[in-house]
């Protein structure tokens, strides 16, 4: 069941680059440093001592400087230091931390959120739309801009399998443009379209339906880059007005409202983690026995072969939902 509570967009102010340079006297402001995904999934040590009920901040503070904590069985007596909960051995005077409970949002996000975690303008996150204890992050992009689907967790494995191009994993758009793309141009977006980075392309594309003087795509990529939507229709004349992801592999959006969230469930997660592991091919897991040579003339032995168990029934189809800011075709 998705959560009640559905977002209210408040007031979200901007001011213009030329208000900016005359607050600052003249001169463009700077812009703040990018954060890397994988920057973002890490935590400062004493924030994570914190949580655990391991005392204040300051305290915890005081335990990494005594040299009273262990990191993957190293002492850290560094404040500051970032680690990642999930994924790394924290033990404090030899005692170990348990591990944080692994947990994946669905979230609908609204227009006027932006993904990163850390933004110094304040404009709402989409952190800060879902209930968390530990640090969470949002798996991938989407610009300020986009609306749709987006997946918020604290298991930074995951993000990894569904963020990186090396998987694969197909994200799908619904994107409303200017004009009537024609066949050329959904050829040449099928083909790749070159930009500053190289050259982008969608896996599939088609139009779902056209108006007079504007059109709604069917698109679906299998990498992400920034703004990559955007910047490959406005290369080819198509402004976008309009921009929802709706699924993510075999997990569509279902309906959410803009700002409602829901868990997924145990079913849902290893869907996905396959989706992304079948790019490359499932990853060993220890050592693999020996395969024996088939055997000759009838099977020996009580009851003939077994059966295989059936495989994993995927999650419950759930009815589409109302385009949440989409405007009606």
């Known amino acids: 069941m998705p ?28 812009r703040p440093p990018r954060v890397s995904p ?64 692994r947990v994946v949002y669905m979230l609908n996000k609204p227009v006027g959120t932006v993904t990163t975690n850390y933004d110094p303008s304040g404009r709402p996150r989409v952190v800060d739309l879902v209930p968390g204890d530990t640090r969470l992050f949002a798996i991938g992009r989407l610009d300020r801009m986009s609306e749709g689907l987006i997946l918020v967790t604290n298991d930074g494995e995951l993000a990894n399998l569904l963020a990186h191009p090396r998987y694969g994993v197909e994200k799908k758009y619904h994107v409303q443009v200017a004009g009537v793309p024609g066949t050329e141009v959904l050829d040449s977006l099928r083909r790749g379209v070159r930009l500053a980075e190289g050259s982008v392309h969608a896996k599939r594309v088609e139009i779902r339906s056209q108006h007079k003087e ?9 990498e992400g880059k920034n703004r990559e939507i955007r910047r490959m229709l406005a290369r080819l004349g198509h402004k976008v007005h309009q921009l929802k992801r709706v699924a993510v592999g075999t997990l569509s959006l279902g309906s959410l409202l803009p700002g409602e969230w829901r868990p997924l469930s145990w079913t849902e997660i290893e869907s996905l983690r396959k989706d992304a592991e079948q790019a490359i091919g499932a990853p060993q897991r220890g050592p693999r026995r020996p395969v024996r040579p088939p055997r000759r003339g009838p099977p020996t032995g009580r009851g003939g072969p077994q059966k295989r168990p059936p495989a994993g029934q995927p999650g419950r189809k759930r009815r589409p939902g109302k385009a949440s800011t989409w405007r009606k075709q």
């Open 3 to 30: 959560n009640s509570h559905s977002y209210r967009p408040s007031r979200i102010t901007s001011r213009s680059s030329a208000s900016r340079r005359k607050a600052t006297g003249g001169a463009p402001t700077p």
């Open 38 to 101: 994988e920057e973002e999934r890490l935590e400062r040590l004493q924030k994570v001592l914190a949580s655990a009920g391991l005392g204040s901040r300051r305290s915890c503070e005081e335990l990494i400087t005594q040299g009273r904590v262990e990191v993957d069985r190293k002492v850290v007596s560094e404040l500051g230091t970032r680690v990642d909960p999930l994924r790394q051995e924290i033990r404090v005077d030899g005692e170990r931390l348990p591990h944080p409970k």
């Open 214 to 222: 504007s059109a709604v795509l069917e698109m679906v990529l299998d």
